[in-house]
């Protein structure tokens, strides 16, 4: 899966569907297992892209705050 090219929302989306998939009871384990990796990739590309919005804010405010 490449995350790389996937936006906040994107991925956030992908999660989502990722979740509901994995709350059904009737999956084998091993695709359980599948999806659950999956859930984990895409929640750390969420709070990559989340943690340099949170940089790009801050710095913004600084560079505001220094005029």
Same mark, same amino acid.
């Given at each position: 899966?490449? %995350?790389q090219? *996937?936006?906040? +929302? !994107? /991925?956030y989306?992908e999660l989502l569907i990722?979740? !509901? /998939?994995?709350e059904?009871?009737n999956l084998p384990?091993? +695709?359980?297992?599948? %999806?659950y990796?999956?859930g984990? *990739? %895409?929640t !750390?590309?969420?709070?990559?892209?989340?943690? !340099? /919005? +949170?940089?790009?804010v801050?710095?913004?405010?600084e560079?505001a705050?220094? +005029?």
């Amino acid at each position: 899966m490449d %995350l790389q090219h *996937l936006t906040f +929302e !994107q /991925a956030y989306q992908e999660l989502l569907i990722t979740v !509901q /998939a994995l709350e059904r009871d009737n999956l084998p384990l091993d +695709e359980m297992i599948i %999806l659950y990796q999956k859930g984990m *990739l %895409l929640t !750390q590309h969420c709070n990559q892209k989340l943690d !340099q /919005a +949170e940089l790009s804010v801050k710095r913004l405010g600084e560079y505001a705050n220094s +005029e």
